[in-house]
């Protein structure tokens, strides 16, 4: 069936946004309420759509589908073959997220680095295993933990022989989007903690600044509790082991106000 597929990147849950759709066969308007990923289903493939609402963003027609709903092992299967920008075409794979059978805290960074890439394994890399020492150290259990990426493949520049990180742009991630969004809808975690910029952008807006919020908690939709922190990645970049040593505390600092909460 041809449709429509819009993204309401954010919401107040006091405001409704209003879609209106419009064919030479079809006229409708819809209301969210909710930042999400939304099908209109039945829309010729050649109407125009108008948003009464700024920020809602058409991001595929046609017929073009992106999965909505589906368990973690479902998504990823479907991820795979997953072709809304052109970062797979140098990817290896795509590294879907990854977690507990039952998470409640869910941990979003960038994009999969080089061994991520390889293994085909969120957070696997020396990011992820700085990470992990760091939760232990906060008090935070591993097994409640949820770990995922706003961009499913990993986004490099040939360096000599290696393959370095290149900063994803804001189209690739509103591409990946609905991946995530389909991800917090399944997972439901009660915690959300974004990690570094990228992701603390992609889910509380691109006017958000964790250099300013760090370490708070932020009213959002997408969950009960949900916090903004640097990257693990930017405390390996530190310039000598002394401020490194002081990140880390920082970072547990932040992680200890998680270990805090009735999960």
């Known amino acids: 069936m041809p449709q429509i597929l819009v993204r309401i990147p954010r919401c107040s849950l006091l405001s409704t946004v209003v879609w209106q759709v419009s064919s030479r066969t079809d006229t409708r308007s819809l209301h969210f309420v909710l930042a999400g990923t939304y099908i209109i289903h039945g829309i010729a493939g050649d109407c125009e759509a108008v948003a009464e609402s700024r920020g809602v963003q058409r991001i595929a027609a046609n017929g073009g589908s992106v999965p909505l709903s589906g368990s973690i092992p479902e998504l990823a299967e479907k991820a795979k073959n997953c072709r809304n920008c052109d970062l797979w075409r140098n990817a290896t794979q795509t590294v879907f997220g990854e977690g507990g059978s039952r998470p409640r805290i869910m941990f979003i960074g960038e994009q999969p680095g080089n ?26 259990d591993r097994k409640k933990v949820y770990v995922t990426n706003a961009v499913k493949h990993f986004k490099w520049e040939p360096r000599g022989k290696r393959r370095i990180h290149k900063k994803p742009s804001a189209r690739e991630i509103d591409a990946c989007r609905p991946w995530l969004d389909a991800e917090i809808a399944e997972i439901k975690p009660a915690v959300i903690v974004c990690l570094g910029a990228t992701a603390a952008q992609a889910i509380l807006g691109r006017t958000f600044r964790v250099t300013q919020h760090r370490g708070e908690f932020i009213e959002s939709p997408l969950a009960v509790h949900v916090m903004a922190t640097v990257h693990p990645s930017a405390i390996l970049r530190a310039p000598d082991e002394k401020t490194r040593h002081e990140q880390e505390r920082e970072f547990v600092r932040d992680m200890g106000q998680i270990a805090k909460l009735k999960l």
Do not use: N, T, W
């Open 115 to 140: 061994e991520e890439d390889k293994e085909g394994k969120p957070f696997v890399g020396p990011a992820g295993r700085l990470l992990d020492r760091l939760l232990v150290e906060a008090g935070v």
